[in-house]
């Protein structure tokens, strides 16, 4: 996944603002602008990226150059301000969201504007479908979609039939041809709609089968010990055939997401694939079990394993902290719900979290370590914010409180001790890595070794970071301004990079829907899922991040149900916050349908896809694919059932 088969040396360092180099916020700016209508007009030109630029017919070339960061806007007075790093009052962020002294952005156009463009699909990720375009692999016209898509098919893998990990199928892709007489359709409860539910239903429980399918036992490969998860069952061009310890644990904490969590649930569920689903995380406990028993040059750090429990010691960037992080939090999780069912524990779990975690609080402030895609060393966001959301809850379940079963021992106090006192210093570290110059949150501080081409310091980690770690304390939260002035800015850094975002729309179902842009995992990669080219391409993971971040997003914006207790709990909620919180999932399934596009019609999902035709490249039948599709669509589940109640 992160792969990346050696070093870059090309010049640049990376910038980065203290908390206390955030700058002030200005509310005169929007004094006029209070409630939904502001938070309307807030979200769409923080994660709308490109639609006030492209409107007049095009952008300049030096904004569409990766190295650009800035995007202009007009506040419908005739005025234009660069957004990317002014100030946004603090008052008028999302409602239920943390504070955060983050602020990203002024002078927005109005609301009547932002919803007239709205309301005639001018969809903001992709302007495109509101303005001609003679690229010859694409049309569009002002009178409706007009994709002059033509139906192909890829070849790509080797061998045949149902098999384990170990055993890539061949996968055939086919790309419809929407009708280009359609007129322009809405995304928003219509055919369109209808058609993205079925395929997001029927995608998730295709995923839950190749994840599932990815974690031992193998039929056709007796050595793999029970509970390991294969990144891949690529084993040639590229070789993913190993337990990465990070992808392992993220595996593990969504596949124990989808147990019943309520007794509801339990009654509601099936109880074999809930039997099946617990034995999976039982093997996963007894293989952690193994290596962490290895001996190895980086101890818990390590990076990968075999799939018999074996240490990999191949070249390799190491150590990766993060790893033994997301793994502890994974039997954490797995704990909780066994105790929350009255169900005896694992004896070897608590201690097995223990031992990664006392790691954890020993390391987490090195910056020597290796970064989530393996190829920069430094300190890292990603890495502190699982360390931090690890160490915290492990700090709750050392406790011997409601939390867990184990008995609190005065050395487990102990432990719980120096894991919030690690969690408080991890809080000053997250927050340097806002770059109030820059205005978004960077990657790495401290570089010290690894490729040093990341000259922006832009990368998706960040978002996973805040998808899968905790940076709420810092005020680099979901909801957060500085969050969201970060995602706005990866996605209208990566619109211009790739091929495929000159399609803005596809058919799903028979109806044309549009399409937000394909996302990498930085502007400056270079791997291509086998190795090294002149540009990365876009991540299936990566894409289904950005969907994930605009449902969780909403979430703060629907008003929490007396009853059924979800949505937000703020009293500073808007009357329109219902209406937000529905654009919000409108913008994430417009990611959706981009990963629809470029999925086979058989569910299979690839690392990535290449940048020009969207054929899926690199490793086959990833296992972080899978998960993060099921992610995003959980939490999609979650805003559905929110915005009923």
């Known amino acids: 996944m992160h792969r990346h088969p050696a070093a870059s040396a090309s010049s640049g360092t990376s910038r980065s603002a203290t908390a206390s180099t955030v700058s002030t916020s200005t509310a005169a700016a929007n004094n006029n602008s209070t409630g939904a209508a502001a938070d309307v007009r807030r979200i769409v030109q923080l994660l709308v990226a490109t639609e006030q630029s492209y409107q007049s017919g095009g952008v300049a070339a030096s904004h569409r150059q990766q190295g650009s960061a800035k995007s202009i806007s007009s506040n419908g007075n005739g005025n234009s301000s660069a957004t990317a790093a002014a100030a946004i009052p603090e008052s008028e962020g999302p409602r239920g969201a943390e504070n955060s002294s983050s602020n990203v952005a002024s002078d927005l156009p109005t609301a009547a504007q932002i919803l007239q463009q709205m309301g005639d699909l001018q969809l903001y990720h992709h302007p495109s479908l509101a303005r001609d375009r003679d690229d010859h692999d694409d049309a569009f016209t002002n009178s409706g979609v007009a994709a002059a898509f033509s139906d192909y098919s890829e070849f790509e893998g080797a061998g045949g039939g149902s098999c384990a990990c170990g055993c890539p199928t061949a996968r055939t892709f086919a790309l419809g041809s929407p009708d280009p007489t359609r007129g322009r359709q809405h995304i928003f409860g219509t055919s369109a709609t209808t058609g993205l539910d079925r395929w997001i239903e029927q995608q998730t429980k295709v995923s839950q089968q190749r994840i599932l399918r990815n974690i031992a036992p193998f039929a056709d490969d007796p050595s793999a010990l029970p509970g390991a998860v294969c990144a891949s069952p690529s084993r040639w061009h590229p070789d993913y055939y190993y337990v990465w310890t990070r992808d392992a644990a993220l595996t593990m904490s969504e596949v124990i997401a989808w147990l019943p969590q309520t007794r509801e649930e339990e009654n509601a569920s099936n109880a074999t694939f809930v039997r099946q689903i617990e034995q999976t995380a039982d093997a996963y406990v007894q293989f952690t079990q193994t ?355």
């Open 291 to 645: 290596v962490q028993g290895k001996t190895s040059k980086y101890g818990l750090g390590e990076a990968k394993f075999f799939v018999d429990g074996s240490v990999f010691t191949g070249s390799w960037c190491n150590a990766q902290p993060d790893g033994p992080a997301a793994r502890a939090l994974a039997l954490t999780e797995y704990v909780r719900y066994r105790r929350n069912r009255n169900r005896p524990i694992d004896p070897l779990a608590v201690p097995l979290i223990r031992k990664d975690l006392n790691y954890v609080a020993r390391v987490w402030r090195q910056n020597t370590h290796c970064d989530v895609w393996e190829e920069s060393r430094g300190l890292h966001f990603y890495t502190l914010a699982m360390q931090r959301r690890a160490l915290h809850e492990g700090a709750q379940l050392m406790r011997g409180n409601s939390e867990t079963e184990t008995e609190a021992d005065a050395d487990a106090d102990a432990d719980a001790d120096a894991y919030e006192q690690a969690v408080l210093r991890i809080d000053t570290q997250l927050a340097r890595f806002w770059d109030a110059q820059r205005g978004y949150v960077v990657a790495t501080l401290e570089h010290s070794g690894g490729i040093r081409s990341k000259r922006s310091n832009l990368d998706a980690q960040v978002l996973l970071a805040a998808l899968r770690g905790d940076t709420d304390s810092a005020g680099l939260g979901i909801a957060s301004h500085a969050m969201m002035a970060t995602v706005a800015t990866l996605v209208r850094r990566f619109e211009p990079l790739y091929g495929v975002n000159r399609v803005a729309a596809t058919d799903i179902g028979g109806a044309v829907v549009p399409m937000g842009a394909a996302v990498g995992r930085y502007s400056e990669d270079i791997y291509d899922g086998v190795g090294t080219s002149h540009g990365g391409n876009p991540w299936s993971l990566a894409t289904s991040a950005v969907a994930e971040y605009h449902y969780r997003l909403a979430m703060h914006y629907v008003p929490r149900h007396a009853e059924s207790g979800v949505g937000s709990s703020s009293s500073n909620l808007g009357t329109g916050s219902g209406d937000m919180a529905r654009y919000l999932l409108g913008a994430g399934d417009l990611y959706m349908a981009r990963i629809a596009r470029h999925t086979a019609a058989d569910g299979t999902m690839y690392e990535q896809w290449t940048a020009r035709t969207g054929f899926g490249r690199g490793a086959v039948d990833l296992t972080w694919s899978y998960v993060a599709h099921s992610s995003a669509a959980r939490a999609r589940a979650r805003l559905v059932a929110a915005l009923a109640a």
